[in-house]
Nanobody, 122 residues
Framework: VQLQASGGGMVQAGGSLEISCTTS????????MGWFRQAPGKEREFVAA????????YYTESVKGRFFITKENAKNTVYLLMNNLKPADTAVYYC????????????????WGQGTQVTVSS
């Protein structure tokens, strides 16, 4: 499985940005797609996740109501729309794919993309 993330960039606080992640394989064995982020000097943290089968979504508390994860099965692609961005959202964002036994921890995922930088200026 290979994951390709794209769409990062720089935006001012309050702005919006959408990042995407395309997987080479979408199947029932690897049913969950997640987004994590890692800021300099900090641990990688869960942001959002979605399941291919049902479209169930999961968010960390700090992004609820601002970030929205969606999927497009025909393109094997998930999207993360980020609204009302804050400087604290600045990080490298990673997409990941897992079997679906969990969603919120890095060890729940088996495959990782290369990461895309999101920078929010104040």
């Amino acid at each position: 499985v290979q994951l390709q993330a794209s769409g990062g960039g720089m935006v001012q606080a309050g702005g919006s940005l959408e990042i995407s992640c395309t997987t080479s394989e979408r199947n029932d064995n690897y049913n969950v797609m997640g987004w994590f982020r890692q800021a300099p000097g900090k641990e990688r943290e869960f942001v959002a996740a979605i399941t291919w089968s049902s479209g169930s979504t999961y968010y960390t508390e700090s992004v609820k109501g601002r970030f929205f994860i969606t999927k497009e099965n025909a393109k094997n692609t998930v999207y993360l729309l980020m609204n009302n961005l804050k400087p604290a959202d600045t990080a490298v964002y990673y997409c990941a794919q897992g079997q679906g036994y969990g969603t919120q921890y890095p060890h729940d995922y088996d495959y990782w993309g290369q990461g895309t930088q999101v920078t929010v200026s104040s």
